[in-house]
């Protein structure tokens, strides 16, 4: 039911800005699209959530384009402590026509000094 | 803040075992979800519920059944655990928007079955 494709893996120096896209062509029209970050032995816990054009919070941005088949996480700036794995999330519906959150395979950035 | 309490965070447990993974939400939340996360794999959803004692399977249910008799808790078990369930359980949960869901994670359970 995976419904996103990301790059598996991304490298990146400290003080760098980095991009993570995500795919996601049978995105819904009412579906909003929501990145996550995990670190090792923890839960993933939520960055940045939007529906169109552009988001920005305190730790990210967030570009997408208008067919929204797809979606770019930015990263400014990027420091060791951002090593982690990145996720983006779209809903789903399930057999039954209920909504599913399942999450794709995700991208290990890894920012080495 | 939301918390999600998962009630153990090491488990040890042996082949035939049945097992109870107990999460928590303090938020009032409509929905929750088990996950396992294995290396390589990402998040797989197991199960997902979204009212009491109503529930959905995910990806992967084969060997698992859950259990949602108060609105803020939601358990996962394992009727008989098998050592391809050694895994890292997540739970979540999310509130009431139909579309806009924001998942609040618990901070998991390493289980090994022996």
């Known amino acids: 039911l995976a419904k996103t494709t990301q790059p598996i893996s991304m490298d990146s120096y400290e003080g760098q800005e980095v991009n993570i896209t995500c795919s996601h062509n049978?995105?819904?029209?009412?579906?909003?699209i929501t990145w996550y970050q995990q670190f090792p032995s923890q839960g993933p816990r939520f960055i940045i959530q939007?529906?169109?054009t552009k988001v920005t919070n305190e730790v990210a941005s967030l570009f997408i384009p208008a067919d929204r088949k797809s979606s770019t996480l930015s990263l400014p700036r990027v420091s060791l402590s951002d090593t982690a794995v990145y996720y983006c999330?779209?809903?789903?519906?399930?057999?039954?026509?209920?909504?599913?959150?399942?999450f794709g395979s995700g991208t290990r950035l890894q920012v080495q000094p | 803040d939301v918390k999600v309490t998962q009630s153990s965070r090491y488990l040890v447990k042996r082949t035939g075992e049945k097992v109870f993974l107990e999460c928590v939400q303090d938020?009032?939340?409509?929905?929750m979800f088990w996950y396992r996360q294995d290396p390589g794999l990402g998040l797989r959803l197991i199960y997902f519920?979204?009212?009491?004692?109503?529930?959905e399977k995910g990806d992967i249910p084969e060997g698992y059944s859950v259990s949602r008799e108060k609105k803020e808790r939601f358990s996962l078990i394992l009727e008989s655990a098998s050592t391809n369930q050694t895994s890292m359980y997540l739970c979540?949960?999310?509130?009431?928007?139909?579309?806009?869901?924001?998942?609040?994670f618990g901070s998991g359970t390493q289980l090994s079955v022996l």
């Open positions: 979540a949960s999310s509130g009431n928007s139909a579309t806009n869901e924001k998942l609040f």
């Open positions: 049978n995105i819904a029209t009412n579906d909003y």
């Open positions: 939007g529906y169109k």
């Open positions: 999330l779209v809903g789903d519906i399930s057999n039954t026509g209920r909504r599913a959150l399942t």
């Open positions: 938020m009032d939340h409509e929905n």
């Open positions: 519920s979204y009212d009491v004692k109503m529930k």
